[in-house]
């Protein structure tokens, strides 16, 4: 009687919820939070060890507290400060506007601005620095130097007073900078907001390339015609890359 062996049958095995998250443009392992040894999830490190230690995505997932349904909380943490940067995250005030930057329910918009709104009235009572000045493109640039790395692109609006120091910082928008998606009224508002005399607009490409794109241009010169009839000058339009910055040719006030 020939022997012969018998096929093993194929075994598939179903991902379980103690798998690891990869992550593949960093290619790293991430865990998710409910699979993390209890104490090395973020609140009871902030209880055990104090808030220093937590790197700033667990910081945040702590103020988050839970993720929703498509996203747990420390994913979205890690994700939020990874694609956004900081700057969208700590100097919005509009728990709408954070929503819809930032894809996150309305409710977790509201802690993300009341957190925010509370560090910043601690800092400004107890802040001795200078204000900033801005008076050259390369003082935008060096400025703005949280906007290098983004891998998306961000319109950032910085409104100064009538001495060129800064009052207001503001992510206007994120996406392409086009005439159809900004409109003058979203960078002027924050202007009569902080009674500013002059706005700079920056944005980012993540490309690599400084040189401004004829959209890049158009929108430049809508906005300084629009500035032209609010009484508010648009100084310059800086367009930053990670090694250099090169401004929008524009007819400014």
Do not use: W
Not at 55 to 67: D, P, R
Not at 128 to 145: F, I, M, W
């Amino acid at each position: 009687m020939e022997n012969t062996l018998m096929p093993r049958p194929k075994i598939y095995l179903q991902p379980s919820s103690t798998d690891l998250v990869l992550d593949n443009e960093d290619k790293q392992y991430l865990l998710r939070l409910r699979d993390l040894p209890k104490e090395e999830k973020p609140r009871e490190k902030l209880m055990k060890y104090g808030a220093n230690v937590l790197s700033v995505a667990e910081l945040f997932a702590v103020i988050l507290n839970v993720g929703t349904k498509k996203e747990e909380v420390l994913s979205m943490s890690r994700r939020l400060i990874k694609e956004y940067g900081d700057s969208v995250i700590v100097n919005q005030k509009d728990p709408a506007k954070v929503s819809e930057l930032l894809g996150i329910p309305l409710g977790k918009a509201c802690q993300v601005v009341a957190c925010f709104e509370i560090g910043r009235r601690f800092f400004k009572a107890q802040d001795g620095t200078k204000p900033v000045t801005l008076r050259t493109a390369s003082q935008v640039y060096e400025y703005l130097k949280d906007m290098r790395d983004l891998p998306k692109e961000h319109l950032r609006g910085l409104y100064l007073d009538s001495h060129y120091q800064l009052l207001h910082d503001e992510v206007i928008s994120i996406g392409s900078v086009t005439s159809n998606i900004i409109h003058p009224r979203e960078v002027f508002r924050p202007a009569l907001e902080f009674s500013a005399s002059a706005v700079i607009l920056a944005h980012n490409h993540p490309s690599g390339i400084a040189t401004p794109s004829d959209a890049d241009v158009a929108i430049t010169q809508q906005i300084v015609e629009a500035g032209k009839i609010v009484g508010i000058s648009l100084l310059d339009h800086v367009v930053i890359t990670k090694k250099k910055f090169e401004s929008v040719p524009a007819e400014y006030n």
